[in-house]
């Protein structure tokens, strides 16, 4: 079975710096996609990431990237210069390329922007 | 953002009585899908469709029933509410199987009482 583990329930930060959020998976497929999602106060789900697994060139989006290690089955988020407006409950997720719809979230980790 | 309107945004009911949640979309999306968030659970996959009248079940499909007579919505249906179906759904749509860029639609937060 498929699973998504994020070991971090609550994580705070100090505006303006870099937190890293933590998810490992396990999968015995080869091909797939990794996710971080972001859901803010308003409940709305944001995708931040996404990461190819065939590609060991790690995602980058403004101030979000990743760093994916594939044989340790990781794929952590790192934020930079943290905003107030980052503070939301983050979803790391999964998907083998095999399975259509069946995209596994972890639990989920809720970070504070502390001004 | 992606047209991904569901109804109601708030629901409040009676253990034991059926309830539909409607997902409606305009993006001619192929891919839609059922989750429902709990804490320390995530986001868990309900059912989902590829297709109109294809749909399959996911993780935690017990106790539900969906159907896609349109391209545009995607009913989820609690044929008898329990209290343990109180919870945050989510519906989501995508283009394409595989690549799995999902779009959300902003929630339904059901109360079984």
Redesign the interface.
Known sequence: AQTVTQSQPEMSVQEAETVTLSCTYDTSENNYYLFWYKQPPSRQMILVIRQEAYKQQNATENRFSVNFQKAAKSFSLKISDSQLGDTAMYFCAFIASSNTGKLIFGQGTTLQVKP | DAGITQSPRHKVTETGTPVTLRCHQTENHR?M?WYRQDP??????IH?S?GVKDT?K??VSDGYSVSRSKTEDFLLTLESATSSQTS?Y?C?I?ES????????G??TQLSVL
């Open positions: 891919y899908y320390g659970h995530g986001l868990r996959l989902y590829y399959d996911g993780e945050v989510f989501a995508s199987r595989g690549k799995e860029k999902l779009f959300f902003s929630g």
